[in-house]
């Protein structure tokens, strides 16, 4: 198993004359859907394939609720999912409220081991 690349050509947007410069994309080899994910993970386990669809599909609703509540959440060696938020500026403290922010972001940090692993995967150039 290997991250599969390939070479794609961008001109630089300031300097439209120049030649192009080439850069290496990763190729996506598919997805992976829930059910899928359950069946890896029921094949791993004594646990049902249903019984790990139905956690997964209840990380899928608790997960947005905690957030909304502020709270980070953490979940082991995978990482942590919390929401960022993005405002402008005010001259002073009082100034500042709900209506400065501009956007909200979920933000995810993985794991120091999970981060590990994936610097580690090998890298195939393919045509």
Do not use: C, W
Not at 3 to 17: F, G, Q, S, V, Y
Not at 36 to 52: F, G, H, P, Y
Not at 70 to 76: A, P, V, Y
């Amino acid at each position: 198993m290997s991250i599969k690349i390939r070479a794609i050509a961008r001109k630089n947007p300031r300097d439209l004359e120049a030649a192009p410069k080439y850069y290496a994309q990763k190729v996506n080899q598919g997805d992976v859907s829930l059910t899928q994910l359950s069946e890896i993970i029921a094949q791993m386990s004594t646990v049902s394939k249903t019984d790990v669809f139905a956690v997964l599909m209840g990380l899928t609703e608790v997960i947005p609720r905690e957030l909304s509540d502020g709270k980070i959440i953490r979940l082991g060696t995978l990482g942590s999912f919390s929401v960022g938020v993005s405002s402008s500026a005010v001259d002073t403290e009082e100034e500042v409220s709900s209506h400065q922010v501009k956007k909200l972001k979920l933000n995810f940090r993985p794991d120091a081991d999970l981060k590990q692993k994936v610097e580690g995967f090998h890298v195939t150039k393919i045509s």
